[in-house]
């Protein structure tokens, strides 16, 4: 069977990815109609290069300033976030070229909207309530893509407080107990608007939330997921996840789907979730354990949102592929081909 990997042509030039994301997130720009901003900063003269947290030529201030820009980095090396990294609308965080990688927090995107997050790393993200991407409230028209993330003391990346419109891509997770979690709590109706794609990810090894889901929308296909530690992908209150042509290759802990039931803050009634699964591969044992009973008008299909996305079916050759091409990717950076006036 032919390969259908999307995205065959966003490296052809440096802002080919914008508004190239499927799924939700495919209206975001980032900063398709800005100026470029280059990341030069370094800290010293340390063994481990770690490039300046602060200041002219930092990520930081590029990510503070309210125009667009399309940010790229002339050097590799670690920032280590001695805060959370606010980032404001109209951004592209552009890591091809170079290997970056953060520690110590992660990105904050709040009330913001149109923002790509591309071949990055997180790693080692300490302190409470610290995830790796943490999108809250209100933010939408996001995408992230071929990102690695591992081992934060909360979440990789948390989708919460209405924010919504968002593809997650390419992107590889493991070592982390709570992976993603999409819609805050059962008091916050108001994630009801949350919309979600998840595809051609791995998440390898990670013990639960792959993710967990209250409230929102979310259309997961063509992902792997491997020797979860709990469950693979939960359905809290009300929410609706659509589970696509997805491969599930249980360890030890066989249960697929978990569902939680919680009281939203507005109903009397108690709810879980809800799940379908078409197409699925079930690998080692993995249980299914969908629900028997659901109503129809209950669940949202991809098609009332956007007409095409790059699907096959789940097999032995798709799981190979997503071993090796999730995640920060050693790639050259795009030439751009964009003249600003």
């Known amino acids: 069977m032919a390969r259908m990997l999307p995205y065959g042509d966003v ?17 975001s720009i980032g900063g398709l109609h800005g100026s470029l901003y280059f990341v030069t900063t370094l800290a010293g003269l340390e063994i481990v290069h770690c490039l300046a947290d602060d200041g002219p030529g930092s990520l930081r201030d590029a990510c503070r300033r309210k125009e667009p820009l399309w940010i790229v980095f002339e050097v590799s090396g670690t920032i280590h976030l001695s805060s959370y990294l606010s980032v404001s609308s109209y951004k ?31 790693e080692g993200g ?15 028209h996001i995408w992230i893509d071929r990102c690695s ?112 039931t919680e009281k939203a803050a507005d109903k009397e009634e108690q709810k879980s979730g809800f799940v379908i699964s078409e197409g699925d591969m079930f690998l080692n044992g993995a249980q299914p354990c969908l629900l028997t009973e659901y109503r129809e008008e209950s669940m949202f299909h991809p098609s009332e949102y956007y007409q095409t996305w790059t699907m096959e079916a789940a097999a032995h050759s798709l799981r190979e592929v997503l071993q090796l091409s999730t995640g920060w990717q050693s790639i050259c950076r795009p030439v751009d081909n964009v003249v600003i006036n």
Request: charge should be positive.
């Open 11 to 27: 490296d052809s030039s440096l802002r080919a990815l914008a508004g190239r994301a499927e799924g939700f997130g495919r209206h």
């Open 92 to 122: 592209t965080i552009d890591g091809r070229g170079q290997r970056i990688k953060f520690t110590g927090k992660g990105l904050r995107l709040k009330e913001c909207e149109h923002i790509i997050i591309c071949n990055l790393e997180f």
């Open 149 to 260: 993330l591992r081992d934060y003391d909360d979440g990789l990346i948390d989708i919460t407080r209405q924010s919504t419109d968002i593809t997650i891509s390419r992107c590889y997770f493991a070592q982390h107990d709570k992976t993603m979690l999409i819609g805050a709590d059962p008091s916050h109706v108001g994630d009801r608007c949350i919309r979600v794609t998840i595809h051609h990810c791995f998440f390898d090894g990670t013990r639960q939330r792959q993710p967990r889901v209250r409230f929102g929308k979310v259309h997961l296909y063509n992902n792997y997921t491997r020797n979860w530690g709990i469950y693979a992908v939960c359905a809290s209150v009300e929410s609706q996840i659509y589970s696509q042509c997805n491969i599930y290759e249980a360890g030890a802990k066989k249960k697929t789907f978990e569902f939680y």
């Open 126 to 140: 300490r302190g409470h309530d610290v995830d790796g991407i943490q999108i809250k409230p209100n933010s939408r």
